[in-house]
């Protein structure tokens, strides 16, 4: 068990989510990468919930920041705090605050789905771009993994890679290496497409 | 023996037919819960699937036999998938058939599913004067926190631009809204973390940071809310520290030390979620 193990493993999961998303293959590296993300957490043990007779709204974090929020939130990233040097400076919550809905899911609180549907722009620095491109990437994301996302085969598939992937050793990688793995082998197959949207 | 027979066949029929009838409504709760579930683990694209399954099970009973009940899925269904407008027609076809004794939760969370569909079509006024009516009125927990959530999202998000004593007032209101729930469930982890969020507002950073403790201790609904009070804790804790003089900032750090050991966090300001 060991590097190698999880490589077969999560090259499986490629070829998998080949067969349910047919040329989308910049929505693998999001969908493998929160899927092993979750596997480590052991959330996929989820118990059927099956809530008999009541359902309900759930409760939502709180959006509305203070702006001494949002700027403790900008000063205390290194990389962020050094992108919004001028903005933090003066003070300028209009453009913190246009950008904190975009930037907080993913340095604040850390979502993997969309850590990894904006690698290449976290790992280019490109903070501006994800404010610019969020609304419009992660409804094109929602809009095409739709079709596959509605066989449940899909998530049971993804449960069983995720899986096995833990089972292998995933944890003991470093997150950057999983990253990085996951990556390589999307980029194997003979038809590649971009790992971003074609038209975002 | 003919007659026997046609009995059986009789019985056999309504048992096929129950079987393949029961289940819309009741597929669509699971599908609908399931939904929840994944989204409360952060797993969005799991949550839309099993949300537009239940849609597609609720909208297939609304058809075979309307009630209170199947609008009311099909209308949960639709806003969590943003399809506002549809909600909002669903929601209000569930109030025209009425709810059955002992749907009362039923008809709190239609209340509570029309207000969220109003305030995404912007309508805020309607929706708030919903949740304030579910806060003082309703008996069903969830239905409770997500009132409470929501109508403090949308006065924070009112109060934000407005002048200073206006802010001050809005901010008072909430509080005293969030204290009664807190007298009614002292031990809901999701009033401590909204106290906590209004506190940070209202630039009370010591009652801040102890409700956000109360929150995790007590528990909270999502792994999302769970990581935002964290990172509450990081900012209260920072503010603290910048403004108790130099005696009490010693006791708060090491009365702070002591919580996040026990909560497994890497030092002062890194939760253990948290990339390293």
């Known amino acids: 068990m060991g590097k190698k193990d999880v490589e077969a493993a999560l090259g499986r999961g490629v070829d998998i989510l080949n067969e349910f998303l047919p040329l989308k293959s910049w929505l693998y590296f999001p969908v493998l990468y929160s899927a092993c993300v979750w596997a480590v957490r052991r959330v996929f043990d989820y118990q059927e919930r099956i809530l008999a007779w009541q359902v309900w709204l759930d409760p939502e974090f709180v959006r509305t920041k203070p702006d001494e929020f949002v700027l403790h939130f900008f000063s205390g990233h290194e990389s962020l705090s ?7 400076g003066r003070r300028d919550l209009r453009v913190l605050r246009a950008a904190f809905p975009a930037l907080y899911p993913i340095f604040g609180l850390e979502d993997a789905f969309l850590t990894a549907l904006f690698k290449a722009e976290i790992e280019a620095a490109d903070y501006r771009a994800i404010v610019v491109e969020f609304a419009s990437r992660t409804g094109k994301a929602r809009d095409d993994i739709q079709p ?4 449940p085969d899909f998530w049971k598939a993804l449960q069983l890679i995720g899986m096995e992937a833990a089972s292998l050793g995933l944890h003991l990688l470093k ?3 999983v990253q990085n793995m996951i990556i390589a082998l999307v980029k194997k197959p003979a038809a590649v497409s971009p790992d971003i949207p074609p038209d975002a | 023996m003919k007659r026997k027979l046609f ?5 056999a029929l309504v048992i096929i037919l129950s079987v393949s009838c029961l289940p819309h409504l009741r597929k669509a709760k699971q599908f609908y819960a399931e939904g929840q579930g994944q989204a409360r683990a952060f797993r969005t694209e799991a949550a839309i699937a099993s949300w537009k399954r239940a849609l597609d099970e609720a909208g297939r009973e609304c058809r075979r036999k309307p009630s209170a009940q199947a609008f009311t899925i099909k209308g949960l269904a639709e806003t969590n998938l943003g399809r506002w407008r549809d909600a909002e027609a669903s929601f209000l076809k569930a109030f025209s058939l009425g709810f059955e004794a002992g749907e009362a939760w039923a008809s709190d ?6 207000a969220s569909s109003f305030e995404e079509l912007g309508l805020e006024a309607p929706a708030l004067r919903i949740y304030a009516q579910l806060i003082d009125k309703s008996d069903f927990k969830p239905v409770l926190m997500t009132a409470a959530e929501k109508r403090t999202n949308l006065v924070l998000a009112r109060a934000v631009g407005s002048e200073p004593e206006e802010k001050a007032r809005t901010l008072a209101g909430l509080l005293k809204a969030l204290d009664r729930l807190l007298d009614r469930d002292f031990a809901c982890g999701l009033y401590h973390y909204l106290h906590a969020q209004v506190d940070g507002h209202a630039g009370d950073f010591r009652r801040s940071y102890e409700e956000a403790v109360m929150a995790r201790e007590l528990g909270l609904p999502s792994e999302k ?7 509450q804790l990081v900012y209260c804790y920072d503010k603290l520290m910048e403004t108790l003089p130099a005696a009490e900032g010693e006791t708060f750090a090491a009365a702070h030390s002591g919580w996040t050991k026990k909560w497994g966090w890497r030092d002062a300001r890194t939760p253990a979620w948290k990339k390293e």
């Open chain 1, 148 to 151: 596959a996302a509605a066989n």
């Open chain 2, 7 to 11: 009995s059986l066949a009789a019985i």
């Open chain 2, 225 to 231: 809310i769970v990581r935002d009070n964290d990172n």
């Open chain 1, 175 to 177: 997150d950057e290496d």
């Open chain 2, 109 to 114: 969370v239609a209340l509570a599913g029309l």
């Open chain 1, 82 to 88: 050094k992108a919004y040097a001028d903005e933090i």
